[in-house]
């Protein structure tokens, strides 16, 4: 029997009453138990890191071509610059440390903010397939995942090392055989979200962001 066919099997079982004192106790563990196969089902239907980290470092990234402009400043970006950048890797450039609060999910490991300079050979690893990122799968140090039908949801966590360590919320949901990334949270920091081919922020420290640029 698989852990999928044993939920229904638990949860029935769950739902049998019994005719001694002891029923209610034997009703909770068995909840208990079906609930703990649930959420390991769940596990077991999630995509590995191996499937899911290029996804999650490409939904994080800056196309080649926006890099190439951010690079050539002297100093770090703003997202009017960039416009209608604000995938992760723009907004971690974009927001210098002091505008970080305390306890967010993102720090440079300095205290300063990288220029794109400083940036740029770890950014650039991902060069050849078409964009940069801040995220890069070899960089992760821990990442959880848990799918319910057609939508997943983890969180991933990452140094790079004499750079930056994030932590991000992510949402994905089922593209046919693929996952496509569709929100991006970095605790205590801000939300990004898909948006048809663009990301846009939605929330930065809890409050609507006066850094994204209208849409044009």
Known sequence: MTLRSLVPALLLASAVGCCNCGCTDREARRAAAAADVAAEVAAA???SLSELGPALSQA????N???????QSVSAPTLGEIRDEASLTAVLIVLKPEELPEGSGFRFTSGEHATPYEAAPHLERSKDK???????PEDVTSYACEVEGDEARGQVAWTTADA????????ARRDGEAWQIVEFKVPGQFTTRRVGDTWQVTELGGEEPTLVPPRR
């Not at 071509?65 to 690079?71: A, D, K, N, R």
């Not at 078409?130 to 890069?136: A, D, F, K, P």
């Not at 360590?165 to 949402?171: C, K, M, P, Q």
């Open 45 to 47: 239907d999630a995509p």
């Open 60 to 63: 994080a990234s800056m196309p």
């Open 65 to 71: 071509e926006t890099w190439e402009i951010v690079s």
């Open 130 to 136: 078409g964009y940069v990122s801040v995220l890069q």
């Open 164 to 171: 930056w360590t994030g932590t991000a919320d992510f949402v």
